[in-house]
């Protein structure tokens, strides 16, 4: 039996996926250097380490994510083990979408919540694994009261193959903003691991934008948008009550309209900032910066040797470059260099 999720392509929803599409094409069209694209990622990978595990409850501040990240102490205690382990975990998914080496079946999705929970659960035999015990969600304001029944774990595997099957053959056909939305909840609604669920939902969610075509899925975090209203976020990708009696029930179309929601606001929230990152390159500085990639210095003559603009405005292309801060000059008259400023 196949999953079909039960969802409407609302007028809401449609107008959202194309204001995020316009977005998008605005974002790519900012020519950026090398240097300010890592980062966009770096950044983004920050406030997504710090905001995937705030949602769960994790105490640690951005400005103490941030240091932890840069200093990766020995000694760490459970709170900072999460904030590492989901850190690697996302420039592992970062790096294998990006070469092409991410597959996404059951063995992967393991291996990611594995590496969320690692060295925090003392029954090792729950990670790496599908759950092979019942669960039960509570209100985290009333511990007492049980708002979700999660599937038997029997039916854990079947479930997930079901979901990951409908994910790989849609890849391409459906929006990957669509996509990565019915992905999402699903796998929260399946539940499939004794901890680190949203963690590593988040996690596959990200890898699903990029495997459906999402090519600046890297420079953003949506997790951002949940941590802000993390009760909304809850409300909106739960299920209340057992999942057996309210598995035909469930409609996605409330949940996609706020998934959505939340990638248009954070990528409205990094265009906004590009300014900030790093000034507009066009080819020709972009050719500037290759060159001394490639050859570690760049001269005037160089310059002159691979480009067509006048000697003025190679002079002005250069001084640009030193005064936005990605590269310097060494030495004085005829033994005038450029190399890539030491950050």
Same mark, same amino acid.
């Given at each position: 039996?196949?999953?079909?999720?039960?969802?409407?392509?609302?007028?809401?929803?449609?107008?959202?996926?194309?204001?995020?599409?316009?977005?998008?094409?605005?974002?790519?069209?900012?020519?950026?250097?090398?240097?300010?694209?890592?980062?966009?990622?770096?950044?983004?990978?920050?406030?997504?380490?710090?905001?995937?595990?705030? %949602?769960?409850?994790?105490?640690? #501040? =951005?400005? &103490? @994510?941030?240091?932890?990240? +840069? /200093?990766?102490?020995?000694?760490?205690?459970?709170?900072?083990?999460? %904030?590492?382990?989901?850190?690697? #975990? =996302?420039? &592992? @998914?970062?790096?294998?979408? +990006? /070469?092409?080496?991410?597959?996404?079946?059951?063995?992967?999705?393991?291996?990611?919540?594995?590496?969320?929970?690692?060295?925090?659960?003392?029954?090792?035999?729950?990670?790496?694994?599908?759950?092979?015990?019942?669960?039960?969600?509570?209100?985290?304001?009333?511990?007492?009261?049980?708002?979700?029944?999660?599937?038997?774990?029997?039916?854990?595997?079947?479930?997930?193959?079901?979901?990951?099957?409908?994910?790989?053959?849609?890849?391409?056909?459906?929006?990957?903003?669509?996509?990565?939305?019915?992905?999402?909840?699903?796998?929260?609604?399946?539940?499939?691991?004794?901890?680190?669920?949203?963690?590593?939902?988040?996690?596959?969610?990200?890898?699903?934008?990029?495997?459906?075509?999402?090519?600046?899925?890297?420079?953003?975090?949506?997790?951002?948008?949940?941590?802000?209203?993390?009760?909304?976020?809850?409300?909106?990708?739960?299920?209340?009550?057992?999942?057996?009696?309210?598995?035909?029930?469930?409609?996605?179309?409330?949940?996609?309209?706020?998934?959505?929601?939340?990638?248009?606001?954070?990528?409205?929230?990094?265009?906004?900032?590009?300014?900030?990152?790093?000034?507009?390159?066009?080819?020709?500085?972009?050719?500037?910066?290759?060159?001394?990639?490639?050859?570690?210095?760049?001269?005037?003559?160089?310059?002159?040797?691979?480009?067509?603009?006048?000697?003025?405005?190679?002079?002005?292309?250069?001084?640009?470059?030193?005064?936005?801060?990605?590269?310097?000059?060494?030495?004085?008259?005829?033994?005038?260099?450029?190399?890539?400023?030491?950050?």
């Amino acid at each position: 039996m196949s999953w079909l999720p039960k969802y409407t392509l609302t007028d809401e929803l449609l107008i959202t996926i194309r204001k995020i599409g316009e977005v998008i094409g605005g974002i790519n069209s900012v020519r950026l250097s090398t240097q300010a694209i890592n980062e966009l990622q770096i950044k983004a990978r920050v406030l997504s380490t710090h905001a995937s595990t705030s %949602i769960e409850g994790n105490p640690l #501040a =951005l400005t &103490d @994510v941030r240091q932890l990240l +840069k /200093s990766s102490p020995s000694q760490i205690r459970d709170t900072e083990r999460e %904030i590492l382990n989901y850190n690697q #975990a =996302l420039q &592992d @998914v970062y790096r294998n979408v +990006k /070469s092409d080496d991410f597959i996404l079946n059951s063995k992967t999705i393991k291996s990611v919540q594995g590496q969320v929970v690692a060295n925090l659960m003392p029954n090792k035999g729950d990670i790496g694994h599908y759950r092979e015990a019942p669960v039960v969600i509570r209100d985290p304001r009333r511990p007492d009261a049980i708002i979700f029944i999660p599937p038997d774990s029997k039916d854990v595997s079947s479930l997930m193959d079901e979901l990951l099957g409908f994910i790989n053959t849609k890849l391409g056909k459906i929006d990957p903003i669509i996509l990565a939305g019915l992905f999402h909840r699903q796998h929260v609604i399946i539940h499939p691991f004794m901890d680190g669920n949203g963690r590593t939902t988040r996690l596959i969610t990200t890898a699903i934008l990029g495997l459906g075509g999402l090519d600046i899925f890297d420079l953003f975090s949506f997790e951002n948008f949940y941590n802000r209203q993390v009760t909304r976020y809850f409300t909106k990708v739960g299920v209340f009550g057992d999942y057996y009696e309210e598995q035909g029930n469930i409609d996605f179309t409330n949940w996609l309209e706020y998934f959505a929601e939340g990638m248009l606001d954070e990528l409205i929230r990094v265009k906004g900032g590009l300014k900030a990152v790093g000034p507009r390159l066009e080819i020709y500085h972009q050719a500037i910066l290759d060159y001394i990639q490639q050859h570690g210095f760049i001269t005037q003559r160089e310059y002159g040797s691979i480009s067509t603009r006048s000697l003025a405005s190679r002079k002005k292309d250069l001084a640009n470059l030193v005064a936005w801060n990605l590269i310097e000059q060494r030495g004085k008259g005829r033994n005038i260099t450029y190399v890539m400023l030491e950050q």
